[in-house]
């Protein structure tokens, strides 16, 4: 280090900087991992999942065939192909979003993202309800990204620490 560096003040400078750059670099992270899990979300729907298990050993079951009075219901009321689960109108498709939060601890600034649904019924969705089986969507697309989202935050602490310098 002693190499890199004139003086503990050129160290701390360097600090300084990376220290103003990381909170841009933070947000900027976020917004990407944000509108990748959104997209991966928006695209099982109309498909069968397969169960997945996150890193933390969150599991989600394989989504169970439609009943077949549900597959009825669909092709009476014109829903073609019937047989793609939770896709009828594009609705909880399209209401999938994500925002970047801000939470303010004593003197720190802490950021996050949030992936979600606005729809009534889309935690009916996630966990399922006596007459219907789950069918997770934003549970399982946060589990799957996490080993991107672990790159991207790498990613973003390298172009901090190149803004130091």
Same mark, same amino acid.
């Given at each position: 280090?002693?190499g890199?560096?004139?003086? @503990? ?22 917004d ?10 928006k695209s ?15 599991? @989600? ?31 909880y ?20 993202? #949030?992936?979600?649904?606005?729809t ?8 399922? #309800? ?17 080993p ?12 901090? @620490?190149?803004?130091?310098?």
């Amino acid at each position: 280090m002693a190499g890199e560096f004139g003086s @503990f003040a050129d160290f701390g400078g360097f600090l300084n900087r990376v220290a103003r750059a990381v909170p841009r670099e933070t947000s900027t992270t976020l917004d990407q991992i944000g509108l990748s899990v959104v997209e991966l979300a928006k695209s099982k729907i109309g498909t069968y999942q397969p169960a997945v298990t996150s890193p933390q050993g969150t599991a @989600f079951a394989a989504w169970a065939p439609l009943a077949a009075s549900t597959l009825e219901d669909k092709f009476i009321l014109g829903y073609s192909p019937p047989d793609n689960p939770l896709k009828r109108t594009g609705l909880y498709r399209d209401s999938i979003d994500m925002q970047r939060d801000l939470h303010f601890e004593g003197t720190s600034v802490m950021q996050a993202v #949030t992936v979600f649904s606005d729809t009534p019924y889309a935690i009916e969705h996630e966990y399922g #309800t006596v007459k219907m089986p789950p069918r997770p969507v934003l549970g399982p697309a946060m589990a799957q990204h996490v080993p991107e989202s672990l790159v991207k935050i790498v990613d973003g602490l390298d172009r901090a @620490f190149a803004r130091g310098r």
